[in-house]
């Protein structure tokens, strides 16, 4: 009788709006976090896996964004869409991982040298326009996601990525400029 009730709630909190999954999360709902759980987990761990280029890192800061988010979405109050605000978290929670890995010069170095050879395995499973973008230096990357994937306006990737915002649409650029040529190849 009792797994009828664990399935009988599942159902509820994937047939009603989010607002009422949400705030059953912010009261405490574990069975309700875990439905926000499943409908976002692969979106927010194709952000990471997009910015970070590596599986393990990407799984890594995946987990690290639904413990935040269990942890501060009483901070969530509804003023725009859950998944903006989401993605928001996300994606600081991701530039935090950069920062905190490696200085933001030397992994830009390393990673525009090492190519896309040295992840053959994941990045077999990937859509070649994913495989693609994993092969762009960091910072061209980065913005690339941000701004044509997440849809952040270039004044919101400088101030996120400490750049300018003439450099983030330099960067921007050169990522297409890659991006076709290697799609023409």
Known sequence: M???????????FSQNDEDKLISAVQQ??????????LRYYKRMYALCWRMLADKDSAEDVCQEIFVQLWQKIY????????????????????????RKQKNWLQKVFSIE???????????????????????LPERARLVFVLFA???????????MLGMAVGSSKSQYHRARSLLRQWVEL
Request: negative net charge.
């Open 2 to 12: 009792e797994s009828k009730k664990v399935i009988h709630a599942e159902t509820q």
């Open 75 to 98: 901070l969530f109050k509804g003023e725009s869409k859950f998944s903006t605000w989401l993605h928001s978290v996300a994606t600081n929670i991701v530039l935090g991982h950069l």
């Open 113 to 135: 040298d090492k190519g896309i050879e040295d992840t053959t395995v994941e990045m077999a499973e990937l859509p070649e326009l994913d495989k693609k973008i994993m092969r």
């Open 149 to 159: 994937i997440e849809g952040y306006r270039h004044e919101e990737i400088a101030g």
């Open 28 to 37: 405490g709902d574990q069975q309700a976090f875990h439905q926000l759980y």
